[in-house]
């Protein structure tokens, strides 16, 4: 086990390090985030019309189109938002202008789109259009390369000194307008020639390009496993693995819930929707009270251990845990660079998945279209997320116990071995130990 853990350490977790650090991907996961607010909000209204109760499905039929615009309206435009923040993102990594560089994007963004002149109702044509299918989740790939693409070119022209500069005496907006001009020309014409002029579909060919491996990831078990193996192997090393690899595999997710979503508005069965493992598969049935299902081992922590080391940290970590926060339990256990803890860390999320995969697979649960607040319990979060399916809640229940089974040996173990500690006067310290490391993990 010590072998394996330095070979890991020493080959595998230096390069995952630097793509951490990759200003793209962070550029990427940063304008995927901040969109999430807008996107929470829209969900609540699919909650709301969407609730298991037969007269209120009947009451609200007539209304929904109105009721689910707020929806449309987040998440349906959700690669705009995402955009614009993805562009300043990675213009302030270059100590560029965030501003500029965010419109920019933006602007390449709307011009891989092709507007549609909508001649109805005749008395008053609505005229030139975009539509919204690739705007959303669809269009999350395009906005990622409209946003490199725009932020490189403006990052060249600025490097090169071609750009129009204005006296000191002009208002700083008016001399950023004008700075863009070359640069921003420059990007809008080319993205014209592809789209327009040559008549080539960038969104169709990224959705077209990618699909192959969004089907892996969401509908099936090693393309569904495969995530998490990762993020909780860096996390065993301490590497937050769901910046790295959120980073890589959010834009899918978000198709996938996406396509979910719209396959309910359109009739399909909740039990029969495309992809069965969007991120909220993982968030709320796997990853329950965060990386590891640790909020068993919190609750072991503080009932049945005999360590007063672990007793502090499992008081210290369950209340956080019951809100899908467990940095208090994963640097203060430690859970990372545990060799008591390596396995169980990381075979419970994988057995977890796959218990709820076919779960999902074979429509005992329902499947995923909403996103609630992260910081839900699971069963409160799951249940929603689900359409408001109360099995969802037993899954969850169900996962809780399995993940509690096989954490209990190794809990155990390592309760034995600090408790030997504690008695021979090894770990005096372990206590204001476990509240240094806590305080360091919430800082």
Not at 74 to 81: D, E, F, K, R
Not at 234 to 252: A, D, K, T
Request: net charge positive; charged share 10%; hydrophobic share 55%.
């Amino acid at each position: 086990m010590d072998k394996m853990m330095k070979w890991v350490e020493k080959r595998l977790v230096p390069p995952m390090a630097k793509i951490g650090t990759q200003r793209h991907l962070l550029a990427i996961r940063n304008g995927v985030v901040s969109s999430l607010s807008l996107v929470l909000i829209g969900t609540f209204f699919m909650v709301f019309i969407n609730l298991p109760i037969k007269a209120w499905a009947d009451a609200l039929a007539p209304y929904s189109a109105t009721i689910v615009i707020p929806y449309r309206m987040t998440m349906g435009l959700m690669a705009i938002y995402a955009t614009f923040v993805m562009g300043q993102d990675l213009a302030k990594s270059y100590n560029l202008d965030g501003v500029t560089g965010g419109i920019l994007s933006l602007g390449a963004f709307f011009m891989l789109q092709q507007p549609i002149n909508v001649l109805t109702p005749k008395a008053k044509p609505l005229g030139f259009v975009i539509p919204m299918a690739n705007l959303g989740a669809s269009g999350m790939f395009g906005g990622i390369l409209a946003m490199i693409f725009a932020v490189e070119v403006y990052r060249f022209f600025k490097t090169h000194n071609v750009t129009i500069k204005m006296p000191e005496q002009v208002p700083p907006a008016v001399a950023r307008s004008f700075e863009a001009l070359i640069p921003g020309a420059v990007i809008l014409t080319f993205v014209w020639v592809i789209r327009d002029v040559l008549g080539f579909d960038v969104n169709a060919a990224l959705l077209a390009l990618f699909q192959p491996l969004t089907n892996i990831l969401g509908n099936n078990l090693l393309g569904a496993l495969l995530p998490m193996f990762l993020i909780h192997l860096l996390w065993s090393f301490g590497i937050h693995g769901m910046s790295i690899v959120g980073s890589v595999v959010r834009p899918m997710w978000l198709i996938m819930l996406n396509a979910n979503a719209d396959a309910l508005a359109k009739g399909t069965a909740a039990t029969k929707l495309p992809y069965i493992a969007p991120e909220q598969f993982y968030q709320w049935t796997v990853t329950i009270g965060g990386a590891g299902a640790t909020l068993v081992v919190a609750m072991m922590f503080l009932t049945i251990c005999k360590s007063k080391f672990l007793k502090e940290v499992g008081r210290f970590s369950i209340v956080p845990a019951i809100f899908n926060i467990n940095e208090p339990m994963i640097f203060g256990a430690p859970m990372m660079l545990n060799p008591y803890m390596f396995i169980p860390f990381n075979l419970v999320p994988l057995v977890l998945t796959t218990i709820s995969y076919f779960a999902v697979k074979f429509g005992l649960v329902n499947g995923f279209t909403t996103i609630p607040a992260w910081t839900l319990p699971a069963p409160i979060g799951g249940y929603l997320s689900a359409g408001n399916d109360w099995r969802m809640v037993v899954l969850i229940l169900f996962n809780l116990v399995v993940a509690t089974v096989i954490y209990f040996p190794f809990v155990k173990a390592y309760d034995n071995k600090m408790y030997s500690d504690e008695i021979s006067g090894n770990g005096q310290d372990s206590e204001s130990q476990a509240k240094r490391d806590a305080e360091a993990a919430t800082n």
